[in-house]
T-cell receptor, first 121, second 114 residues
Framework: ETGVTQTPRHLVMGMTNKKSLKCEQH?????MYWYKQSAKKPLELMFV???????ENNSVPSRFSPECPNSSHLFLHLHTLQPEDSALYLC????????????????????FGPGTRLTVL | DAKTTQPPSMDCAEGRAANLPCNHS???????VYWYRQIHSQGPQYIIH???NNETNEMASLIITEDRKSSTLILPHATLRDTAVYYC???????????????FGKGTKLSVKP
């Protein structure tokens, strides 16, 4: 148990379906992340939310739509996906804080959820 | 692209020390070395990180060379449950922007054998 939960753990959907992945963290962190892990490829960072604001969109197609309603919850809304989008989708969280005397944030180690195994038919 | 180089695979006998090397010859002065591992079909797990000095925690030890161009993760007494892909990542603490993001490479697949 890492303190980061993801639902559902497995999802099969057709190309015309709309579904959502949910992530919840119970660690009091204020930064959350979505990663994609395709077969035999490294983890790819998709989105970063810092203090509920999106700070990174790593050239992700618009058929993936993230939502971060509060610092504990992160969603990934899926629509009109393609078979090549089949992958393990991982959520992570970390503590992001402001260093005294600076205007920047820092990210400490990330805690990952177990992932959602997505299959697009 | 990942800024580290790791061997694709290694074997280790159960109960022996596992030493996993990582090259990061282009590391910047303000970049940390992070190690994560991913057991099959699970999310990655943080192991340890360091800047200059050697570090040790309950899971592992991290040895960083004096020039910081390479490091070694040491699992002192490997068990079968340590079989996983181990990722070495260099990353800044994020003082703004995306510099603090983790960029995963292909890692080293460690197989611990009885």
């Amino acid at each position: 148990e890492t303190g980061v939960t993801q639902t559902p753990r497995h999802l099969v959907m057709g190309m015309t379906n709309k579904k959502s992945l949910k992530c919840e963290q119970h660690l009091g962190h204020n930064a959350m992340y979505w990663y994609k892990q395709s077969a035999k490829k490294p983890l790819e960072l998709m989105f970063v939310y810092n203090f509920k604001e999106q700070t990174e969109n790593n050239s992700v197609p618009s058929r993936f739509s993230p939502e971060c309603p509060n610092s504990s919850h992160l969603f990934l809304h899926l629509h009109t996906l393609q078979p090549e989008d089949s992958a393990l989708y991982l959520c992570a969280s970390s503590q992001s804080g402001r260093l005294p005397g600076t205007s920047g944030n820092f990210h400490n180690e990330q805690f990952f959820g177990p992932g959602t195994r997505l299959t697009v038919l | 692209d990942a800024k580290t180089t790791q061997p694709p695979s290694m074997d280790c006998a159960e109960g022996r020390a596992a030493n996993l090397p990582c090259n990061h010859s282009t590391i910047s002065g303000n970049e940390y070395v992070y190690w994560y591992r991913q057991i099959h079909s699970q999310g990655p797990q943080y192991i340890i990180h360091g800047l200059k000095n050697n570090e040790t925690n309950e899971m592992a030890s991290l040895i960083i060379t004096e020039d910081r161009k390479s490091s070694t993760l040491i699992l002192p007494h490997a068990t079968l449950r340590d079989t996983a892909v181990y990722y070495c990542i260099v990353s800044r603490m994020n003082y703004g922007g995306s510099q603090g993001n983790l960029i995963f490479g292909k890692g080293t697949k460690l197989s611990v054998k009885p």
